[in-house]
């Protein structure tokens, strides 16, 4: 994506993607965009505003189909994401220095973002990937957006994350199945084989029991940067949540680093 198309996005559309900056909001050395997992909203990071230290704004990115914007049907295309994404978080970095974080789904979308940006006159310091199988590693497990709901609730049940209750709950089922299978197909069919520029720092995360992100495979988020970091932390699919205290002072240190 070139400059020329990330500026055309209009503020009102910058609105729908990103929450409005908190007015008690004190002076500002970094941003951090936190891009959810799949079936998630910005709510997941919500402990995080209070976590990741003084100075830095964590903005959760609101993705169509869940939390306010639930009426409009999800997306299934990282590429597309990427494309009506990065106008809003180059406005709204405003020249600040900042960092995109995505889990699962959302580090994919992250990596996406990072390739649109790295070109322009405020690229992102860092691209944290964690949970995820790098774009061009052939995974090792099914494609989970092809499988009959049967089996498809059991492997979402097996990744933990959503409590057993709301995948029996037909009426949960039924609002947000839709959601989760449009995530996991824009997860699942993107690849790419671009790589971020020596200017922007890759950091990968993955757990050191995470069925849908083995460790082996994390490593090879190596292959896609120069400057790489690749870190392992005990726990499965969703370390970076119950183990916030180990994960967010790396984030924090990423978002400082200059």
């Known amino acids: 994506m070139n400059r020329k198309c990330v500026q055309s996005v209009s503020v009102i559309s910058e609105n729908l993607w990103l929450p409005p900056e908190r007015p008690e909001t004190p002076r500002l050395d970094a941003?951090?965009?936190c891009l959810p997992h799949g079936g998630a909203d910005g709510s997941a990071f919500r402990l995080w505003h209070g976590e990741v230290g003084p100075g830095i704004e964590v903005v959760p990115v609101r993705l169509p189909g869940r939390g306010v914007r639930m009426a409009e049907p999800a997306e299934r295309?990282?590429?597309?994401?990427?494309?009506?994404?990065?106008?809003p978080i180059a406005d709204r970095a405003d020249g600040l220095p900042y960092v995109l974080f995505g889990h699962s789904m959302g580090a994919l979308l992250a990596y996406e973002l990072g390739l649109a940006l790295q070109d322009g006159?405020?690229?992102?310091a860092a691209v944290?990937?964690?949970?995820?199988?790098?774009p061009h590693v052939p995974r090792s497990t099914p494609a989970m957006h092809r499988l009959a709901d049967e089996e498809f609730i059991r492997r979402l049940g097996a990744l933990g994350g959503i409590p057993p209750e709301l995948l029996a709950e037909e009426e949960w089922l039924e609002l947000f199945l839709p959601v989760l299978r449009a995530d996991f197909e824009a997860a699942e069919t993107y690849r790419t084989r671009a790589m971020l520029s020596a200017g922007v720092r890759l950091i990968a995360l993955g757990g050191s029991d995470d069925p849908a992100a083995p460790p082996a495979e994390v490593e090879?988020?190596?292959?896609?940067?120069?400057?790489?970091?690749?870190?392992?932390?005990?726990?499965g699919?969703?370390?970076?949540?119950?183990?916030?205290?180990q994960v967010l002072p790396l984030v924090s240190a990423a978002c400082r680093a200059r």
């Open 31 to 33: 941003r951090l965009f």
């Open 77 to 87: 295309s990282i590429v597309r994401l990427g494309e009506l994404l990065a106008g």
């Open 121 to 124: 006159p405020n690229p992102p």
């Open 128 to 134: 944290v990937v964690s949970g995820s199988v790098p």
């Open 220 to 235: 090879r988020w190596q292959e896609l940067g120069t400057d790489v970091t690749v870190r392992t932390f005990t726990g």
């Open 237 to 245: 699919h969703f370390f970076p949540f119950e183990s916030s205290d």
